[in-house]
T-cell receptor
Framework: EDQVTQSPEALRLQEGESSSLNCSYT??????LFWYRQDPGKGPEFLFT?????EEKEKERLKATLTKKESFLHITAPKPEDSATYLC????????????WGAGTKLIIKP | EAQVTQNPRYLITVTGKKLTVTCSQN?????MSWYRQDPGLGLRQIYY???????DKGDVPEGYKVSRKEKRNFPLILESPSPNQTSLYFC???????????FGEGSRLTVL
């Protein structure tokens, strides 16, 4: 069965303390992996797409990487405004129209 | 400004009273989708549409209907709402396929 698992469920960091969020996946064939950010009570906001192992994407303090089994979202020197829930989703090769979503990691950055 | 607009944003209703949540996008996207989000269950897809007059079921379609008569609009219809449909609903759209989605602000629905 295709599955996406995110860890940890929640992560508390001090401002400036770098860390990584994990998204591991078990799918029959990967078409793409997507990272989203969701603020409380709002819709998810698209961050990155990764298609193949070894690929990396960066945006400000965020960098997403992909291996054959998992993806990491690295957060460098985070600020309080980076606090949000980060969602990972996978599109399998057979389907262009559906995503398998992880449960998310709630990130809290303390000033 | 590119956006996906949902209405209403908040609604409290009673069991059995039909309601429609509207969704409109101004980006000429072909693909549109409805999700519900519940604590501990994450995002679950209800229905999606690949283009005008083309729709298909997602993971949790029971109790919901959709239509896609125009490219920009994709309303979600609850014919006879029940309390287990109390949830936060999101509409999303993209150029093609399910990957890089633009989400609406959400509609919080409570069924008493």
């Amino acid at each position: 069965e295709d599955q996406v698992t995110q860890s940890p469920e929640a992560l508390r960091l001090q401002e400036g303390e770098s860390s990584s969020l994990n998204c591991s996946y078990t799918v029959s064939g990967l078409r793409g992996l997507f990272w989203y950010r969701q603020d409380p009570g709002k819709g998810p906001e698209f961050l990155f797409t990764l298609y193949s192992a070894g690929e990396e994407k960066e945006k400000e303090r965020l960098k997403a990487t992909l291996t054959k089994k998992e993806s990491f979202l690295h957060i460098t020197a985070p600020k309080p405004e980076d606090s949000a829930t980060y969602l990972c989703a996978v599109q399998v090769r057979d389907s262009n129209y559906q995503l398998i979503w992880g449960a998310g990691t709630k990130l809290i950055i303390k000033p | 400004e590119a956006q996906v607009t949902q209405n209403p944003r908040y609604l409290i209703t009673v069991t059995g009273k039909k309601l429609t949540v509207t969704c409109s996008q101004n980006m000429n996207h072909e693909y549109m989708s409805w999700y519900r989000q519940d604590p501990g269950l994450g995002l679950r897809q209800i229905y999606y549409s690949m283009n005008v007059e083309v729709t298909d079921k997602g993971d949790v379609p029971e109790g919901y209907k959709v239509s896609r008569k125009e490219k920009r609009n994709f309303p979600l219809i609850l014919e006879s709402p029940s309390p287990n449909q109390t949830s936060l609903y999101f509409c999303a759209s993209s150029w093609g396929g399910a990957g890089e989605l633009f989400f609406g602000e959400g509609s919080r629905l409570t069924v008493l």
